[in-house]
């Protein structure tokens, strides 16, 4: 399997500008604690949860605050990031030194490396995966298309868009061509379902990292969701 350098910058278009960007080096982008919150309303994720692209514990963090999370484990290919495993999740090899998992949650990286990371995470996770994916992931490419058919979505929450970056001038804050979706394959469901999730319906909902919530706060928000307040 022959798999690109995540390291190597790629050409990005900000909808905003126009205007051609390097992307982040390991197409890194620091998911909004919302992205988590609102999947746990939907999904009551728990057992044994693994992250294999944690980056800097957007996600983990906040599974880890989620009383029915029984066990978390890590892993990011940056071996500056602090995680148990430092392994490449585009390559099934590296899976099977994971731990046995229930739920496999994470924001991958976007381009060609989606496709397989979450084809292994499915084949890892017991129960499910919940994944934070551009929402043209749903576009049969010949990367996914007999994935999708053969394993569709159990549920979509179409999210509005988060601005991760500025844009090249570093004035206006930018996104991407289409909005991120949390695709969630549950593997003992037996229907499928959309749900459009509206940033006036999601708790604590901020457009762009400077106008972030406190962690802290995050945390009250994952605890209310357990116990049924949200």
């Known amino acids: 399997m022959t798999v690109a350098q995540l390291l190597t910058p790629q050409p990005y278009f900000p909808k905003s500008t126009g205007e051609i960007v390097g992307r982040h080096p390991l197409n890194f982008y ?8 609102e999947l746990l309303r939907h999904v009551p994720l728990s ?55 229930d739920w496999i949650c994470t924001n991958p990286p ?20 919940a994944a934070f994916l551009l929402t043209s992931f749903l576009e049969p490419c010949d990367d996914r298309a ?5 394993h ?4 979509v929450l179409i999210l509005p868009r988060f601005c991760f970056r500025k844009d090249k ?11 991120i979706s949390c695709f969630v394959w549950d ?15 999601i708790i604590g909902f901020y457009k ?11 945390i009250e928000i994952v605890r209310a969701i357990a116990k049924g307040e949200l």
């Open 30 to 37: 620091e998911s909004p604690s919302w992205f988590t919150t």
């Open 47 to 101: 057992g044994v949860i693994g992250e294999p692209c944690v980056g800097m514990g957007a996600i983990a963090s906040l599974l880890q605050a989620w009383p029915h999370t029984k066990q978390m484990w890590t892993n990011d290919i940056d071996p500056h990031k602090s995680t148990a495993y430092h392994l490449d999740a585009t390559l099934s090899e590296s899976w099977a030194k994971f731990p046995d998992s």
């Open 110 to 129: 976007y381009s060609e490396f989606a496709s397989p990371i979450i084809k292994n995470a499915y084949r890892k996770a017991r129960v499910g995966v």
């Open 146 to 150: 007999d994935f999708l058919q053969q």
């Open 152 to 155: 569709p979505p159990s549920l």
């Open 169 to 179: 001038r570093g004035t206006r804050w930018a996104t991407d061509n289409v909005t």
């Open 187 to 201: 593997k003992r469901a037996t229907t499928q379902q959309i749900i459009i999730r509206p940033k006036s319906e």
């Open 208 to 218: 762009n990292p400077e106008q972030a919530i406190s962690q802290e706060r995050a």
